[in-house]
């Protein structure tokens, strides 16, 4: 069984800044891609930011340098620095882990649970 567990979300006001931080555990042999996904109210999830386990980081357009990607592979967790936030980055942001071989040599993707940011005035 694998979990993954996420926090630092809240409230911010636009401008500011929040990291996000999301821990995969249990009987995990490795993991490919980690990233955020974000869904907001009426819209379909998207993919926000993942980077996989050599470091490869890609990014949707609309946080392209404001959000950062990084992952420290020892403790199976990936996080998400979010600067300069808009209040269009308000949403539930999901943590997935995508190709995970477990210890019993099975495969198979991971979401958490999902950390509500809103960023208002």
């Known amino acids: 069984q694998v979990q993954l567990v996420e926090s630092g979300g809240g409230l911010v006001q636009p401008g500011g800044s929040l990291r996000l931080s999301c821990a995969a555990s249990?009987?995990?042999?490795?993991?490919?891609?980690m990233g955020w996904y974000r869904q907001a109210p009426g819209k379909q999830r998207e993919l926000v930011a993942g980077?996989?386990?050599?470091?490869?980081?890609n990014y949707a357009d609309s946080v392209k340098g404001r959000f950062t990607i990084s992952r420290d592979n020892a403790k199976n967790t990936v996080y998400l620095q979010m600067n300069s936030l808009k209040p269009e980055d308000t949403a539930i942001y999901y943590c997935?882990?995508?190709?995970?071989?477990?210890?019993?040599?099975?495969?198979?993707?991971?979401w958490g649970q999902g950390t509500q940011v809103t960023v208002s005035s």
């Open positions: 249990g009987s995990i042999f490795s993991i490919y891609t």
């Open positions: 980077i996989t386990n050599d470091g490869s980081a």
């Open positions: 997935n882990a995508d190709g995970v071989m477990t210890t019993a040599w099975e495969m198979r993707d991971y």
